[in-house]
């Protein structure tokens, strides 16, 4: 399971609140990411990082922040959730695959809903 | 815009048979593929990369490439009811790490006893 955790794994919220969601990995993985699943939608990407402070936008990242002091965490932020950010959230890791190549593999998963 | 094409389904196949799972990528420069299956409520599972042209077996599944028509399908063979499950295709331009992979929506697979 690529050692990566979720908190929390739900959350119901009330729109204009702040809310951050954690993804904290085991194995000193450089790369992490910050996914969200929709119906219709598929996986979207929103924030990855690619070191400790180093982070970049992915193609749905309005509404939301993402912080990486250590390498095994890696935060996301809503800074004043809306009810179009009700969604499950994924994060996930790069790393080496068998054949050498690099694959990305999924924690839990935080399934949050906003009010 | 890059862009992933997954017929949604929901394709039905009956235990034991082959199941045919096909996907179409809009960016001619891409350079990986994957299939991962995700059950309903759980997260994402890789089950098959592929990077060049050809088939790739991995027990009852194989991975097919074909970059010149740009389609990358998943054959599943021997189909059995826990295989029922959303698929999901996943393109990625490079292959160094810092991959941003693309995902299809989804197709739905439901093995019929």
């Known amino acids: 399971d690529a050692g990566i955790t979720q908190s929390p794994r739900h959350k119901v919220t009330e729109t204009g609140t702040p809310v951050t969601l954690r993804c904290h990995q085991t194995?000193?993985?450089?790369?992490m990411y910050w996914y969200r699943q929709d119906p219709g939608h598929g996986l979207r990407l929103i924030h990855y990082?690619?070191?400790?402070?180093?982070?970049d936008k992915g193609e749905v990242s309005d509404g939301y922040s993402v912080s990486r002091s250590k390498t095994e965490d890696f935060l996301l932020t809503l800074e004043s959730a809306t009810s179009s950010q009700t969604s499950v959230y994924f994060c996930?890791?790069?790393?080496?695959?068998?054949?050498?190549?690099?694959?990305?593999?999924f924690g839990p998963g935080t399934r949050l809903t906003v009010l | 815009q890059k862009e992933v094409e997954q017929n949604s389904g929901p394709l039905s196949v009956p235990e034991g048979a082959i199941a045919s799972l096909n996907c179409t990528y809009s960016?001619?420069?891409?350079?990986?593929f994957f299939w991962y299956r995700q059950y309903s409520g759980k997260s994402p599972e890789l089950i098959m990369s592929?990077?060049?042209?050809g088939d790739k077996e991995d027990g009852r599944f194989t991975a097919q490439l074909n970059k010149a028509s740009q389609y990358v399908s998943l054959l599943i063979r021997d189909s059995q009811p826990s295989d029922s499950a959303t698929y999901l295709c996943?393109?990625?331009?490079?292959?160094?790490?810092?991959?941003?992979?693309?995902f299809g929506t989804g197709t739905r697979l439901t093995i019929i006893p």
């Open positions: 996930a890791i790069s790393a080496p695959g068998t054949s050498g190549s690099w694959e990305q593999f």
């Open positions: 194995e000193n993985h450089r790369y």
């Open positions: 990082s690619y070191g400790v402070k180093d982070t």
């Open positions: 960016d001619r420069g891409s350079q990986s």
């Open positions: 592929i990077y060049s042209n």
């Open positions: 996943a393109v990625n331009q490079y292959n160094f790490g810092n991959e941003k992979l693309t």
